[in-house]
Every structure is written in C-alpha cells, then in structure tokens.
T-cell receptor, first 113, second 114 residues
Framework: AQSVTQLDSQVPVFEEAPVELRCNYS??????LFWYVQYPNQGLQLLLK??????LVESINGFEAEFNKSQTSFHLRKPSVHISDTAEYFC???????????FGAGTTVTVRA | GAGVSQSPSNKVTEKGKDVELRCDPI?????LYWYRQSLGQGLEFLIY????????KSGLPSDRFSAERTGGSVSTLTIQRTQQEDSAVYLC????????????FGPGTRLTVL
C-alpha cells in the first residue's frame, strides 16, 4: 500500500514569487506520481505526472516537479506564480502494478497581489 | 471530446433520505472510480469498477453505501438513510486500463445532508 504526506496545508504567496509544495510518499514498490490541481468550484485536473525516465517533469503552465527516489519525494515548484494559480494542489501516488490512487490531504495555495 | 460528467452538481437532502449520484465516464474508459472529498479529510477512495464488476469496494464506509455500473458505462452511487456525516463532494474518475493510472475526474456532486 502507498501513502502520501503533503507537509503544508496552506501556502500563502505573493504574485510573481516562487512557490514549493512538498510531497513525500511511502511505498515498497515502484510508483507513479501525480500532481492534481483543483481550482475553486471545479473538479481535479492533472497538472503533471512522473511515470519513468527523466526525474524532472514539467507542466505547460510553468510548474515542475522532481522525483527523488532516495528521499521518496515529489515536490512541486513554480518560479513565479500568478493570481490564477490560486487553487488546491493534491499529490497522488499509485503502485506501478496497482490501479488505485492514494492522495495527500492537499495544499491550498493562495496568491496575493 | 467529452469529459467525465456527474449529476446532479448539488444535492441537498434531509437526514434519513436516500440519494443517487450519477457518473458518466469518458467513452471507452473501462475503469471507473468513486472518491469522497470531505472537509479536512482529503480525497478518500470509495470503490473501483472494471467494466461492470467492482473488484474493490474496500473504501465504502458502511453498508448504507452501494454502487453499480451498467453496460460498462454509467455508474450510480447510492447512499441510503443519509446521515449528516455523509455531507461531502463525491467525485467520479475514469481511465483506460493500462494507462499508467492517470485518472480523469468529473466536476463532482456536492451533497449536503441537513
């Protein structure tokens, strides 16, 4: 079984500042890792994913995450946030031979001008 | 193409009533999942369907909860004798088998039990 810990429940940040959302997972098997974003009053959307290969993955809107196997982490970063990045961000993990996603508790990012 | 759709978007009911929540997955997706998102609880897995069968019902919180899927497509989550603690957003997701577990989510149904 896998589990996910998101260390920060709330992250306030000023516009154009960098942000990092921390995610650690526990698993005894190979994993796939995901970041989902939930904008206010909307469903979850996939932001980016790590399946294999390069440990650094990027999204189309400037977010990136790095898979660190030794630290069992998959932290999400963006060098300069916009007001529109205000949302809740969920880290999720599944075993490579599994079907179920295990989600972290979520991190609410609030971007202020 | 069309994404996952759920209905109703909002449901307010009285304690003790039964409710049905509907999910229409992406066409061709054989796997379907239900999750519950409660305040302060994060996303909680409820049930997984592969085709019409549900090999994993381990997340259903009590026997008041049941789900079915017909024709390998639409799924209905039924909550009998609703309680206030059932108030949450119920999310449905779908994917194709063998697609590295990326799941596509619907907008959710917000259930409020008074």
């Amino acid at each position: 079984a896998q589990s996910v810990t998101q260390l920060d429940s709330q992250v306030p940040v000023f516009e154009e500042a960098p942000v990092e959302l921390r995610c650690n997972y526990s698993s005894s098997v190979s994993v796939y890792l995901f970041w989902y974003v939930q904008y206010p009053n909307q469903g979850l959307q996939l932001l980016l994913k790590y399946l294999s290969g390069s440990t650094l993955v990027e999204s189309i809107n400037g977010f990136e995450a790095e898979f660190n196997k030794s630290q069992t982490s998959f932290h999400l970063r963006k060098p300069s946030v916009h007001i529109s990045d205000t949302a809740e961000y969920f880290c999720a993990v599944s075993g490579s031979n599994d079907y179920k996603l295990s989600f972290g508790a979520g991190t609410t990012v609030t971007v202020r001008a | 193409g069309a994404g996952v759709s759920q209905s109703p978007s909002n449901k307010v009911t009285e304690k003790g009533k039964d409710v049905e929540l509907r999910c229409d997955p992406i066409s061709g997706h054989t796997a379907l999942y239900w999750y519950r998102q409660s305040l302060g609880q994060g996303l909680e897995f409820l049930i997984y369907f592969q085709g019409n069968s549900a090999p994993d019902k381990s997340g259903l919180p009590s026997d008041r909860f049941s789900a079915e899927r017909t024709g390998g497509s639409v799924s209905t989550l039924t909550i009998q004798r609703t309680q206030q603690e059932d108030s949450a957003v119920y999310l449905c997701a779908s994917n194709e088998r063998g697609t590295y577990n990326e799941q596509f989510f619907g907008p959710g149904t917000r259930l409020t039990v008074l």
